[in-house]
């Protein structure tokens, strides 16, 4: 409903024929998602939503201050890179708070999720920081916020 007002106030399309033929897609789509039963099923979980706008901020921060070292990591040459390997533990319950993690430490610019397995990530780092601040645990912290 939402993505469906956005668009009607940006579009400026308001004949009613345009009106009906959006109002057959949207019933058609969710008549076919109904069918498959995949709402809820597959889709975010709805108790996920409360503390998500305040956890993408937060991580929208994060990606820019990343993007900025590695920058200046790339115009300082390969001596000052140091790569790191190394497995951290999750503390996320569920699977969806699991991958939200593996997804955010990927998202990071120099830092890479490269398996996801029970209660652990293997992370590729750029920098051997990135995997100390990573133990240190601010991240998963928020993303276990969200489960809650």
Do not use: C
Not at 40 to 53: A, G, M, V, Y
Not at 58 to 68: H, P, Q, S
Not at 71 to 89: A, C, E, F
Not at 140 to 147: C, K, T, Y
């Amino acid at each position: 409903m939402t993505l469906a007002i956005f668009w009607l106030l940006n579009s400026g399309h308001n004949t009613p024929l345009i009106l009906l033929l959006g109002l057959a897609s949207i019933s058609l789509v969710l008549a076919i998602v109904h069918r498959m039963d995949v709402v809820d099923h597959e889709s975010q979980p709805i108790d996920l939503t409360r503390n998500f706008f305040s956890y993408h901020l937060w991580l929208i921060k994060e990606v820019i201050k990343a993007n900025i070292i590695v920058v200046k990591h790339i115009w300082l040459g390969n001596k000052s890179i140091s790569p790191t390997l190394r497995r951290i533990k999750t503390s996320q319950k569920t699977d969806m708070g699991k991958v939200i993690y593996a997804n955010s430490i990927t998202l990071t610019p120099g830092t890479v999720t490269i398996d996801l397995s029970d209660d652990e990530v293997l992370v590729h780092a750029l920098l051997k920081k990135d995997i100390e601040s990573l133990l240190a645990g601010e991240m998963d912290r928020r993303v276990s916020l969200l489960e809650r």
